[in-house]
């Protein structure tokens, strides 16, 4: 997704997480070749979620990858003021497969 991927995360009341990134440098797609590697950079899924220490879990009820549908995305993480630092496990990430194994860092500030 690059250093400085833009999205958000949104946690509901009721106990919903609603999350989006999109990769830095995305430009509008011309053909449908295009339009299909911009799902490379591009990450999206809700569910159920719990938050027990710096643990995040969240059941994965809808996802733009359906092979994350009924499972559970589980990340490390750590609020730092209006920020929330979220590390994922190593894995190998279906949008990017060829990178092999890697690790995600992301920084969401709170909307103001």
């Known amino acids: 997704m690059g250093v400085h ?7 509901t ?15 509008p797609a011309k053909t449908d070749q295009e339009r299909a590697a911009l799902l490379n950079t ?5 569910g159920t979620c719990s938050i027990e220490g710096e643990t995040w879990t969240t059941q994965i009820e809808v996802a733009l990858n359906p092979e994350w549908v009924a499972t559970k995305q589980i ?24 990178k092999g194994m890697t690790r995600s860092v992301v920084t969401f500030e709170r909307s103001k």
């Open 5 to 11: 991927p833009t999205g958000c995360v949104t946690f």
């Open 13 to 27: 009341p009721e106990g919903s997480a609603y999350v989006w990134l999109t990769g830095e440098g995305r430009t």
């Open 42 to 46: 591009l990450s999206a899924y809700t």
């Open 75 to 98: 990340r490390n993480v750590k609020l730092e003021g209006d920020r929330l630092v979220v590390l994922t496990s190593w894995r190998v990430m279906a949008n990017w497969a060829d």
